[in-house]
């Protein structure tokens, strides 16, 4: 079984893209959701390291995709097969996170300085250490397409 780590800053697509992937067929985790990832006692959000370990740790028919970003997800790295990079130039990101209605997060100015800032810092850190990098300014359709073609998988209808 392969397992896919789709992670990038807020407002690259995480969300949509594993949510399209489910959407065809494939089994699609986001673990930014509730109960995926909590805030630490210091206030880092991070994931819910033993609902991680016993996902990653379970059997699975077929390719198992994640998406998230969090400080301990380097833990889990090898523990996936491929760690892909979503990306998008800042005045994108900017705009989606203004726009989106499935999030409210990146929508107050300090909480997009925050993003931005991350952009500059953290994404350098996770290109180091990914294997692939996608550019989200596509079409969501075509993001999907190059997913599936990194985690080497026939797309499902």
């Known amino acids: 079984m392969r397992r896919i780590l789709l992670t990038g800053m807020s407002g690259t697509g995480k969300s949509s893209v594993v949510e399209a992937i489910g959407a065809r067929g494939r089994r699609a985790i986001d673990l930014d959701q509730p109960g995926w990832s909590i805030h630490a006692e210091d206030g880092a959000w991070i994931w819910n390291e033993q609902r991680v370990w016993e996902l990653l740790g379970a059997d699975h028919d077929g390719p198992l995709f994640v998406s998230g970003c969090a400080e301990n ?65 596509v079409s969501l359709d075509e993001v999907v397409r190059q997913v599936l073609e990194i985690a080497d998988v026939e797309p499902a209808v």
């Not at 097969?81 to 130039?89: E, I, M, Y």
């Not at 990101?93 to 300090?110: A, D, H, M």
């Not at 500059?120 to 996770?126: M, R, Y």
């Open 73 to 137: 997800q380097r833990r889990f790295y090898s523990y996936f097969d491929r760690v892909v990079l979503l990306s998008a130039p800042t005045d994108l990101i900017v705009e989606r996170l203004r726009t989106r209605t499935n999030n409210p997060y990146g929508k107050y100015p300090s909480e997009l300085a925050d993003v931005l800032r991350y952009v500059e810092t953290v994404e350098p850190l996770i290109r180091r250490g990914c294997t692939h990098e996608i550019d989200t300014s």
